[in-house]
């Protein structure tokens, strides 16, 4: 039976992963969340044996859990602290660099990595992967598209891969005009069309900067140079994820868009088990892929420029863009603003080469404070 840490088990990913957990009987032993909240309570009562994290608490967080009888740990060490006891399987749920110590923790101890949270990756992936090679933990991608590459690569020489395409399926805006982008709200922005997510990962997908995250997670995961990843959107968001062999064969992993299927895999690899997912009808699907239109989003070639330029400008990137997606979902910024806000903070912010979790989060650290002054000096700036 499989123990496992739930961190940021409120959002999407951690109610699905909660919902396999049952699933599969495993044994709950923490579940983290921001704050605490009716969901987080009614969570308690459901897994009475886990303990439970609050990682920002307010005024009154013993209150909202009162009676539920569970465990308390609060503050972010203590998320920290229960991703670093060792024997569990570590889902990391958590959204924004906010979850980059309890990955490195997690990997320091040897545990399994069941990693969501692709800003581990991004701000920190010389820091994780390090971690992940001296501490003899394992890193397996719950980022679908990362899940799909995963799997393909079971049994494969990684120096036979030619080049791998992420699939993108293009988001609420595909085929608009910047023109039209610019009266584009956020309620809108929040509608995508294939998967049903947290509100940062649903505004990166309307930008196309979720792609540029997820070239960086792979460059990390799988030790590619950039020039091998490339991205192709799909808007049925049916294949997955794509690799290409050297001897010019190609192979693909589809299914219907479930988040359960890579969460699960993450946890039971290198087995497979049944899951209760609709089963993909071939006959009557039409699956279409089209290049990305990098002018219009011009965040995926942010994320090529700072994943190129490495050591912590990919940190800055991501903490800009935390910073510029919250602004534009208080009203505060436009829609095109946000990676017009994400390359003046690149610009500004100089790089460096991290060494540790700490040097990361100095980096995203000024990153936010340089786009935070970028937003309230530009207010709207392209509207
Ligand atoms: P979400 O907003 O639905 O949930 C985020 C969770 O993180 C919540 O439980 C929240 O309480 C918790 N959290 C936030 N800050 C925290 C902190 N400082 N300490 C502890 N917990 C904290 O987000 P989501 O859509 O579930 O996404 C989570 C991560 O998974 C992101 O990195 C996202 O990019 C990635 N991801 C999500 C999906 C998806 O389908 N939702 C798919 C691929 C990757
Ligand atoms: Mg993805």
Known sequence: ????????????????????????????????????????????????????????????????????????????????????????VVVNGIVGSAGLAASVAALDAGNRLALANKES????????????DSGGGELIPVDSEHSAIWQL???????????????????????????????VTPEEALEHPTWSMGRRI????????????EVIEAHHLFGLDYSAIDVVVHPQSVVHSLVEFVDGAVTAELGVP???????????YPERVSAPVEPLSLTGLDLTFEPPDVDTFPGLALGYEAGRAGGTAPAV????DEV????????????????????????????????????VLAADAAAR???????????????
């Open 202 to 213: 649903t505004i990166d997908s309307a930008t196309l900067m979720n792609k540029a995250f």
């Open 324 to 359: 510029a997606v919250a602004a534009f979902l208080d009203g505060r910024i436009g829609f095109l603003d946000i990676p017009a806000v994400v390359a003046r903070t690149l610009e500004e912010v100089p790089h460096t080469v991290p060494g540790t979790v700490a040097d």
């Open 153 to 183: 690569l079971v049994g494969e020489d990684p120096a036979t891969i030619r080049r791998i395409v992420l699939t993108a399926s293009g988001g609420p805006f595909r085929g608009l005009t910047r023109d039209a982008l610019t009266v």
């Open 1 to 88: 039976m499989t123990d496992l840490v739930v961190l940021g088990a409120t959002g999407s990913i951690g109610t699905q992963t909660l919902e396999v957990a049952k699933r599969l009987d495993c044994t709950v032993r923490a579940i983290a969340a921001r704050s605490p909240s009716p969901a987080l309570r009614a969570l308690a009562a459901e897994w009475p044996d886990a303990v439970i994290v609050v990682a920002e608490p307010a005024a009154g967080s013993e209150d909202v859990l009162a009676g539920t009888g569970n465990e308390l740990l609060v503050g972010p060490e203590a998320v920290v602290a229960v991703a670093g006891e060792g024997g569990a």
């Open 369 to 383: 404070d340089t786009a935070r002054n970028v937003v309230a000096a530009h207010p709207r700036m392209r509207r």
């Open 317 to 320: 990137l991501n903490a800009a």
């Open 121 to 132: 990756l991004v701000a920190g992936g010389s820091v994780v992967t390090a971690a992940r």
């Open 258 to 268: 479930d988040m359960r299927v890579p969460i699960q895999y993450a946890i039971t």
